[in-house]
């Protein structure tokens, strides 16, 4: 079987993004039962969440989720995971010339996943009609590559204010 061995020990996204991102609530589940070691444990959890962000960047519903809970320590999630993003922001600027915290991909992503038409919007694959969708922003006027991915932030929000339980 052609590459079948290469295939196989490959880490895909979505499986370390998941290991991650259960990594953030395991140490937040062991913060809340240690309270001498829950700053640590809830820093610890930002990092886990701020990885699991850097692979993929909609898990920060998950980081703002455990910093809810986390409550007055929920500046120590935030930390672990500002210490986590900041290389890759800073690395985005560096080559791009752009605020881009972690990804291009981030608005479209979340677009994708919370927009009134969810089901059309998620089958679309990769031909002209995604061209098409990945170019709206450029067919009203927005450049460059941050702004575009604002759009589609900008979008997913308005439906979630126009529709809260629809989104929800």
């Known amino acids: ?8 020990g490959a880490v895909w996204a979505p499986t370390l993004t998941i290991a991650l991102q259960l990594t953030a ?4 589940l062991r913060a809340r039962d240690n309270a001498r070691r829950s700053v640590w444990l809830w820093g610890a959890a930002g990092l886990a969440g701020g990885f699991a962000s850097v692979v993929t960047a909609t898990s920060l519903v998950i980081v703002a989720t455990l910093a809810a809970f ?8 935030l930390a672990g995971v500002v210490i986590t993003i900041i290389p890759v922001t800073w690395r985005n600027f560096e080559k791009g010339g752009e605020f ?21 919007t998620v089958a679309i694959r990769p031909d002209l009609q995604w061209k098409r969708f990945v170019q709206e922003p450029r067919r009203l006027g927005i450049q460059g590559a941050g702004a575009g991915s604002n759009y589609f932030v900008g979008k997913a ?12």
């Open 100 to 120: 881009i915290p972690i990804s291009l991909n981030a608005g479209i992503n979340l677009y994708i996943g919370n927009n009134p038409n969810y089901d059309e």
């Open 1 to 8: 079987e052609p590459h079948g061995g290469y295939w196989r």
């Open 25 to 28: 609530i395991v140490f937040a």
């Open 70 to 77: 986390a409550g007055r320590r929920a500046v120590a999630v």
């Open 157 to 168: 929000l308005s439906y979630a204010a126009a529709d809260p339980l629809g989104f929800a």
